[in-house]
């Protein structure tokens, strides 16, 4: 399993985990994969010690760090960087806040105490707010990857991470935007395909990766999208993958922070029990289908905003759902992608690795008996 990435970063196994947890960081980065911290919901603040907490238990191995610089999101380029939170949340319209306040209050899912109101938050879901992390992310000397979610980083960011001696991804979901990437000269580019959890194209794995290895090469892609097993990991590699590029996947490991009943809830679903829904975040994005997905589906919905206008009216949902997590099941934000179906039970990270390892070696063994034939 062995690729040129693996020597470039440092690793045993270009298997890649996207994870929003340090622990799940960690403990992969131990086991010779490489964790990434989704960088999103922390401030900069909270991200520095996140980022030193990795550090002091990563046992000396590289990680990554995951930030979201949208290609596109509503006032980019014309609202003014210093009051862009209060021009933005002037935007939001009440009937969106209040049909979002009317599918929680249908569920019975208490409000937050006063003065905690998540409503109106302005995400780390635009340049401006991305920066500061970058900053903190460039002063830990074990973040060797920095990747950004939703389009290809400005310019001088790609110049700052590169410049610092570090690798600058990207990830894409068709051919097009990976070319974007290629010629904005990113290190490594991530092809997901539509069946991946979180914001996500709608070109399946199968079809999406080799095109895209095709029109970047020779730069490395890491394939994503409906990684589970390492059977998976054989077919990515034998597509001209150079890697794996994973999440769903550590949503129910022993390390990860979601609460047990959220655990269980994805350990119960199957493969056909995801939507690509813009609800939460207003762009498209693969989660569990509940009651808040259906709702904004329905015929008196109001049309999601686009981002990050949407995440200033789900907001409170996510923070309230997170809060009271045993009434808020059936409207609580669950990006996941179609492998969900694969998950059964809760294991650690480290012996998640060792599974895949073990799989992908049983699967070329077959290929192997296969060109002897
Ligand atoms: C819970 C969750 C949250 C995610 N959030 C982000 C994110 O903030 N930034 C990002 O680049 N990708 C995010 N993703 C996508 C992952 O990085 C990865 O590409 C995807 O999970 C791969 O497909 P898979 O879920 O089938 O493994 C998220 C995925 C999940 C499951």
């Known amino acids: 399993m062995h690729t040129q990435l693996c020597d470039q970063l440092g690793i045993e196994f270009p298997i890649f985990a996207f994870t929003h947890c340090r622990d799940v960081v960690a ?28 550090d002091e238990h990563v046992a000396g191995k590289p990680y990554g760090v995951d930030i979201v610089i949208p290609g596109k999101y509503e006032g980019m380029g014309e609202l003014d960087p210093e009051t862009l939170a209060e021009q933005l949340r002037a935007m939001v319209p009440e009937t969106h806040l209040q049909f979002a306040k009317r599918v929680l209050a249908d569920h019975g899912v208490p409000e937050l105490p006063e003065g905690e109101s998540n409503s109106l938050q302005l995400l780390g879901w635009t340049a401006a707010t991305a920066a500061p992390q970058i900053e903190v992310a460039l002063r830990h000397d074990r973040v060797r990857l920095i990747a950004n979610a ?40 991530i092809a997901q395909g539509g069946e991946g959890g979180g914001h996500t194209g709608d070109v399946g794995s199968v079809v999406l990766w080799p095109q ?67 609800s939460f975040t207003g762009k498209p994005c693969r989660m569990l289908k509940n009651d808040w997905t259906d709702a904004w589906e329905a015929d008196d919905a109001p049309e999601p905003l686009p981002m990050p206008l949407q995440y200033m009216v789900s907001g409170d949902c996510v923070a309230r759902s997170h809060r009271y997590a045993d009434k808020a099941l059936p409207v609580m934000f669950n990006p996941v992608g179609q492998v969900v179906g694969q998950l059964e039970r809760v294991n650690r990270a480290a012996d998640v690795v060792q599974r895949l390892v073990e799989e992908y070696l049983e699967a070329v063994d077959r290929l192997n008996v296969l060109s002897q034939l």
């Open 150 to 189: 939703l389009g290809t980083p400005p310019a001088d960011v790609i110049a700052e991470i590169q410049g610092s001696g570090r690798l600058v991804a990207a990830l894409c979901g068709s051919p097009h935007q990976a070319r974007r990437h290629h010629e904005a000269g990113l290190d490594i580019v």
């Open 212 to 278: 895209v290895v095709k029109a970047v090469a020779p730069t490395p892609v890491l394939a994503a999208g409906g990684v589970g097993t390492g059977e998976q990991i054989a077919a990515a590699l034998a597509m001209g993958a150079q890697g794996v590029w994973t999440g769903s996947l550590w949503l129910t490991v022993e390390e990860a922070d979601l609460p047990p009943a959220q655990k269980k809830q994805l350990l119960d679903a199957t493969s056909r029990d995801t939507v690509r829904s813009r």
């Open 27 to 54: 403990a992969v980065s131990r086991a010779g994969g490489f964790g990434v911290l989704g960088a999103v919901g922390f401030s900069p603040e909270q991200l520095a010690v996140e980022l030193d907490w990795i």
